[in-house]
């Protein structure tokens, strides 16, 4: 049940991204819309992969004491890696919000010259 949640949640939360097949659907969110919806996303990831950073003890239990892969990797090292990452997809999404927002629209009639 878990799994059928998260995918439901995950394609609710992309669906407003990608366009949807229909022009006539009634959903449809703007380009700046969508790329203000981008940044919102970001948002958690950048403040969560920030405090899991900063923090210079291990946060979560389980890193302490759960199997390692790899076994010369310290737990608080491997969280600040896990930090990165979780930071680096919210710098990402960020990244793609200001290229969406920054792109000339076709809904404003602005088109590149051939």
Request: charged share 15%.
């Amino acid at each position: 049940m878990p799994h059928l949640t998260m995918l439901i949640a995950g394609t609710l939360l992309w669906w407003t991204i990608l366009r949807p097949t229909s022009d006539q659907c009634a959903l449809r969110m703007s380009e700046r819309g969508r790329a203000v919806y981008l940044m919102m996303m970001s948002v958690p990831m950048l403040a969560d992969g920030t405090v899991l950073w900063l923090v210079p003890r291990i946060v979560y239990q389980p890193y302490a004491v759960g199997p390692r892969l790899a076994r010369w990797l310290s737990p608080l090292v491997d969280q600040h890696l896990a930090a990165a990452a979780v930071g680096g997809f919210g710098l990402a999404y960020l990244s793609m919000a200001i290229l969406l927002a920054s792109s000339p629209s076709r809904e404003r009639g602005l088109v590149a010259a051939d």
